[in-house]
């Protein structure tokens, strides 16, 4: 088993940024990719960021953060970033931290993310 905890969420005005983390402990052997998805109100959960886990570091943006968030790794500390910027009131969601074994998903408990002034 694997567990996620992300940490970082919280209220931030229009123009601001934050820093979402997640880590991952347990049985992560054979995790190929971690990344973040989020969830709006009402609306399906949706892929932001994936980030490659072994050799190199492949990442991939969903088009409406393309230039403003970015994803990163520290293999040391099993634990996967997200630095959010220029935030947008439509950012607004919870997001959760997800790992990837083949295609075995692990996801975390969610941290909210919401932008208004």
């Known amino acids: 088993q694997v567990q996620l905890v992300e940490s970082g969420g919280g209220l931030v005005q229009p123009g601001g940024s934050l820093r979402l983390s997640c880590a991952a402990s347990?049985?992560?052997?054979?995790?190929?990719?971690m990344g973040w998805y989020r969830q709006a109100p009402g609306k399906q959960r949706v892929l932001v960021a994936t980030?490659?886990?072994?050799?190199?570091?492949?990442?991939n943006y969903a088009d409406s953060v393309k230039g403003r968030f970015t994803i990163s790794r520290d293999n040391a500390k099993n634990t996967v970033y997200l630095q959010m910027n220029s935030l947008k009131s439509e950012d607004t969601a919870v997001y959760y931290c997800?790992?990837?074994?083949?295609?075995?998903?692990?996801w975390g408990q969610g941290t909210q993310v919401t932008v208004s002034s």
């Open positions: 347990g049985n992560i052997f054979g995790i190929n990719t």
């Open positions: 980030i490659t886990i072994r050799s190199g570091s492949s990442s």
């Open positions: 997800n790992a990837m074994r083949g295609p075995l998903p692990y």
